[in-house]
């Protein structure tokens, strides 16, 4: 019997928009541990939600075609019976390139009923500059050093939009 592969690779193409901006919703991304059902839960359409998981890393890539500088965000919330968030760091990384270096922002997360944008704009944005399109901007959402566990959190989209 063949093994199904234990992580979710991306099913989008991420294409850019008219106005150069990229809304990556979680089938369009890359979740490790994303196809076992005991961590993740990845319906076709709306929020991927974590289960539980030690390690959390959810990574995108799009290609920019244009010059100038790129913010990365996440749209996330953690619902009210959410566990594992407090006092641990959630990082949004990112990088042009596969061999770039990584920008990031800090991050901490508690239960909540709304959504919320994470970098949050008080620990500043998380812009990106691309000198020399087209180029492949990587980013992430990482939480892989506390090695507790966590769930409850829901993904309902990752953005990549021009700063104006």
Not at 30 to 57: C, H
Request: net charge positive.
């Amino acid at each position: 019997m063949p093994c199904k592969k234990p992580h979710h690779t991306s099913e989008g193409s991420n294409e850019q928009k008219g106005d150069g901006s990229f809304e990556i919703l979680p089938k369009g991304l890359n979740i490790v541990w994303g196809n076992d059902p005991r961590y993740w839960n990845i319906p076709d359409t709306g929020a991927a939600e974590l289960i539980q998981v030690s390690w959390l890393e959810v990574t995108g890539k799009v290609s920019i075609k244009d010059r100038g500088k790129y913010r990365v965000s996440f749209e996330v919330r953690v619902k009210e019976d959410g566990f594992g968030w407090q006092g641990t760091e959630v990082l949004v990384m990112a990088k042009i390139g596969k061999r770039g270096r990584y920008q990031f922002r800090v991050n901490k997360l508690s239960p909540s009923t709304h959504n919320i944008i994470i970098p949050q704009l008080d620990n500043g944005p998380l812009d990106i500059a691309v000198d020399n399109p087209p180029s492949d901007l990587h980013f992430g959402l990482y939480e892989v050093w506390s090695g507790k566990w966590k769930g409850g959190l829901q993904i309902i989209k990752a953005t990549v939009e021009p700063v104006t």
